[in-house]
């Protein structure tokens, strides 16, 4: 194997320095001390990446409060079992049956249209909405031999991939009703410990070591056009910390709990 030439150099003056004996112990290159310095901080960003993960994961765990007096927003329109179904003897097995395929949606007309334009002229059509047709392994693993006689099977083709869903043979046995849409808790929200997770998510986004951490998490980057703005003005972040600064921060803040 060929050594660079900067090798010899460092061998012959420690050589010259320590004696012989230099030889047999393991001295480290400046190449490989550099490599050493990317390896840690590429660590450390890992480990930020983990921390803010918790973080997150606090945040979302929060919990809820009760809004007094809740408020309409919208409404919203899903499928409930017609009323001979409901009164007849299988009444039981459909409810739960509904249970595993109804969909919701919402909506800020009552009546559930949609604008388009139909030949130069803005007209409202009526929205639809369908039931949920599970894919084969889904249909498989959470419907029960006999739920699943009420399906047939049916081609889809989504995103250029052609796969196989189950559809419900039976629709005329659900209706869909409308009823509004209202909001009676909303989510506890701790301002310390957003402000840090904006903080931390900024000095990432400033410094783009968010390329760096898709590299490490994929080993490759997912999108292609991503650019990372250094000069931004909207972004506000201290700059006399660094990632073991924000490490410490991240680490104070969860053992506090």
């Known amino acids: ?8 150099i460092m061998d012959t003056k420690l050589i010259k320095q320590f004696g012989a004996k230099i030889g047999s112990y393991r001295i480290r290159t400046e190449r490989q001390k550099k490599r050493l310095r990317y390896k840690d901080f590429d660590k450390q960003l890992l ?21 007094t007096p809740p408020f309409q927003r919208g409404w919203k329109r899903f499928f409930v079992l017609k009323e001979d179904v409901a009164t007849g003897k299988q009444a039981v097995f459909f409810e739960q049956l509904l249970k595993k395929i109804n969909t919701t949606d919402y909506s800020w007309r009552k009546d559930f249209t949609i604008k388009k334009r139909k030949r130069g002229r803005k007209v409202y059509l009526a929205k639809e909405q369908h039931l949920q047709a599970p894919g084969e392994r889904n ?39 409308v009823q509004p849409h209202m909001i009676s ?42 650019r990372c703005d250094p000069k931004s003005k909207e972004l506000i972040f201290s700059k006399k910390k660094n990632v073991p600064q924000w490490l410490d921060e991240i680490k104070s803040e969860q053992f506090e709990d």
């Open 1 to 8: 194997m060929v050594k660079h030439a900067s090798t010899f």
């Open 139 to 177: 249909f498989k693993k959470h419907f029960s031999p006999q739920e699943q006689l009420f399906f047939y099977e049916q081609w889809r083709t989504q995103y250029g991939y052609r796969s196989k869903h189950f559809v419900f043979s039976e629709p005329w046995r659900f209706t869909l009703t």
């Open 47 to 67: 480990e930020l990446d983990f921390r803010l993960n918790i973080l997150y994961k606090k945040r979302w765990n929060l919990g809820w409060e009760p809004l």
């Open 185 to 226: 808790k909303k989510r506890i929200i701790d301002p310390e410990l957003s402000s840090l997770i904006k903080q931390t998510e900024q000095y990432l986004e400033k410094n783009c070591y968010n390329r760096r951490l898709a590299k490490l998490r994929a080993g490759r980057l997912g999108y292609k056009h991503y």
